[in-house]
Nanobody
Framework: EVQLVESGGGLVQAGGSLRLSCAASGFTFDDYAVGWFRQAPGKEREGVSC???????YYADSVKGRFTISSDNAKNTVYLQMNSLKPEDTAVYYC????????????????????WGQGTQVTVSS
């Protein structure tokens, strides 16, 4: 079964850090772009970050300098290290993939693709 499983969310105080994981099963991330979007109640969906199939990275302006996306092919997992968290980062975070995705196409995917998994809740208290 092909799955993406997000984990690593939790409750953290403003200024704290979390590391989210997106693990694939049933396929490998080879040749795939992988990215994260977030959805908060009452807010527009936001594409947060992605890594293209050839290793280029994108960050939304709202997280640039605070979040870092990385991949571990051996573990078939993509991570989102989130530092200096703010209350406005509170949301459910989902990962999505696109085969042979470039940054421009992956940004579109971040806003259009349905999530496969349940996401992981990140709550940042002030």
């Amino acid at each position: 079964e092909v799955q993406l499983v997000e984990s690593g969310g939790g409750l953290v105080q403003a200024g704290g850090s979390l590391r989210l994981s997106c693990a694939a099963s049933g396929f490998t991330f080879d040749d795939y772009a992988v990215g994260w979007f977030r959805q908060a109640p009452g807010k527009e969906r936001e594409g947060v970050s992605c890594i293209s199939s050839d290793g280029h990275k994108y960050y939304a302006d709202s997280v640039k300098g605070r979040f870092t996306i990385s991949s571990d092919n051996a573990k078939n997992t993509v991570y989102l290290q989130m530092n200096s968290l703010k209350p406005e980062d509170t949301a459910v975070y989902y990962c999505v993939v696109e085969k042979f995705g470039s940054i421009p196409t992956m940004i579109r995917t971040l806003y259009e693709e349905d999530a496969w998994g349940q996401g992981t809740q990140v709550t940042v208290s002030s």
